[in-house]
């Protein structure tokens, strides 16, 4: 576990605990077991291959951060992180307090979205101080992912300056963007619950620090899937990021939809590379659904393009960015 004070106001125990996975580069001959999400014996989605506990291969290997989207989890994302394990890279990922789908859900999970960076660099800090991991993570050669929420967080995490007046008032202007609507993972975050929780004694200090600047050392390059909230973002701050950022999203993503979010980066910022893949939405970049998922949480396992070619897209891309910025 990493601890840091913001996640006490988001958890709904008021834990300050955050809760990470490390998926690693392992020494040869290990035995993998599916990494699965549901019910024991009764899983909605299978989200890769990885074994547990196993020895870590001898090497220093570059790090990567990643965030999950909102209500989802590390293990969500858990296709992705063992992929770029198995390709040399130690792979962080975090349960963010109050916004994932392990725990109960909270006001403050769901709209303290910039304190999700603070996760990320206390995960980096206790990887770093683990006995076992430490002596193999080069944490001077460090990269960001970020999925849907995860996007935004991996953009204040590289150094990027929120302003939620201007997301409040682009939702006010856009109120059917798909960022500014109830999401799937939590339809009772309303935007005017939303407006009316950032009032209370509870969260307005909190509120008034998100332009805080929170990015994390030695960040060399960013990869986003499907980002979301990117209208929080000046233009001008985006184009100020120094590192190199390559993003990909769905033609078809309704949720963060490209104009209003990856393409406004990919505008803003002469290093970004975009790439829209056709008839991808926004839930093609969770784990595979199983039959099970399918029946259950139909909405989270509609697609209308080949997931895994999605799901490959994505992983090349993000092995092209960091083999070229961490090697």
Known sequence: ???????????????????????????????????????????????????????????????????????????MMGWFGTALAHAGYVVVAVDHPGNNGVDAMTEAGSIL????????????????????LA??????????????????????????RPDMSR????????????????????????L????????????????????????????RAVFLMAPAIVQAFEPGDLAQLEVPLSVVVGEADAIASPASNSKVIADANDNARLQVLPLVGHYDFLADCTELG?????????VKADKQATHQAAIQQARSLFDSALR
């Open 1 to 75: 576990m990493a601890h840091t004070p913001s996640a006490a106001v988001r958890d709904a125990g008021h834990s300050d605990q955050v809760r990470y996975t490390a998926w690693y580069p392992a020494q040869p001959g290990v035995q993998q077991q599916p990494l699965t999400i549901g019910p024991p014996g009764a899983p909605l989605f299978v989200a890769g291959y990885s074994a547990v506990d196993a020895p870590v291969a001898l090497g220093r290997w570059p790090v990567v951060l990643l965030s999950h989207g909102n209500g989802g989890s590390a293990r």
């Open 113 to 132: 979205t910039w304190n999700r960076a603070d996760d990320l660099a206390a995960a980096l800090a206790a990887v770093q101080a683990d006995p076992e």
């Open 135 to 160: 002596p193999h993570v080069d944490a001077g050669r460090l990269g960001l992912v970020g999925y849907s929420a995860g996007g935004f967080t991996a953009l204040v995490a590289a150094g990027a």
């Open 167 to 190: 997301l409040a008032a682009f939702c006010k202007a856009s109120p059917k963007d798909g960022v500014c609507m109830p999401q799937a993972e939590n339809p009772e975050m309303t």
């Open 192 to 219: 005017e619950r939303r407006m009316a929780a950032v009032a209370t004694p509870e969260l307005a200090p909190w509120v008034a620090r998100s332009a805080e600047d929170r990015r994390i050392p030695n960040v």
């Open 294 to 302: 399918r029946e259950r949480v139909r909405e989270l396992c509609e």
